[in-house]
């Protein structure tokens, strides 16, 4: 959480963007930067399961980060540019990638709001313009942007572990899982590695927006900035603040 916030200081200074794609070395859930958390979770079972947490600097519901693959996207915006379009170019790579992996996505579009942020899993149900696979949700995606910079946070199922989220909880939400989450390896029979999942996600910036996407070499700046942000995600009243 860090390093993807000491990118999106990067995006405000350099204007580049950037890509970054990864997994997680322990479950963890993370929660939204606005949800409630304080009274919501059993700190004991968490503990139990060998299950850490983490609140995001970006929106959104709780989320378990385990068998799936997490991407952030960093990049300079203005006050004009529009919500919608950043998510449209966003999901344009997702689709290419996920289409090269062999997985047709759609758009969702459902009939009702997206829900506020709550203690519903963030996978119960797709909002608008998230990406699905057989009607199912498959990514999950939240956006913040501050200062003329945008950070996008992105998770891609590999297999299905959401549905655990209630049993972490003091009172689970009284409305279930509307449909069970999509999964990679739903689609495809098998689960792909972060290796595959990341050259494909590359491979869709090179040939969509930039073939000259180079991997980003960390420098000092950098490295600063994630150093200093992580005392804040390491603290404890940040992660229950609320």
């Known amino acids: 959480m860090a390093l993807d916030e000491a990118l999106m200081a990067r995006a405000r200074r350099t204007g580049e963007h950037v890509l970054r794609v990864y997994g997680w070395s322990a479950p963890t859930l993370s929660l939204g930067r606005n949800q409630r958390a304080q009274g919501v979770y059993r700190s004991d079972e968490l503990e139990r399961r060998g299950v850490g947490v983490v609140r995001r600097p970006t929106g959104g519901r709780a989320l378990l980060h385990h068998r799936e693959i997490t991407y952030s996207v960093t990049a300079p ?26 997985v047709p996505v759609d758009v969702a579009a459902p009939a009702s709001r997206s829900a506020p942020p709550s203690a519903t899993p963030c996978f119960a149900e797709p909002a608008r313009g998230e990406l699905t696979f057989d009607g199912r949700k498959l990514v999950g995606s939240a956006q913040w942007r501050e200062d003329g910079a945008l950070l996008q946070h992105g998770s891609i199922l590999v297999d299905d572990d959401q549905a655990t989220i209630p049993s972490l909880m003091r009172e689970p939400p009284p409305v279930a899982l509307s449909s069970r989450p999509a999964t990679l390896r739903d689609a495809l029979g098998h689960a792909p590695v972060l290796h595959e999942a990341a050259e494909a996600l590359f491979a869709a910036v090179r040939t969509l927006l930039d073939p000259r996407a180079q991997p980003l070499e960390r420098d000092e700046a950098l490295a600063q900035d994630a150093e200093r942000l992580a005392t804040r995600f390491r603290d404890a009243t940040w992660t229950w603040r609320r």
């Open 77 to 102: 915006c203005t006050a004009d540019s529009g919500l919608a379009a950043e998510y449209r170019r966003i999901n344009l790579l997702l689709s290419s990638a996920l289409g090269a992996l062999g």
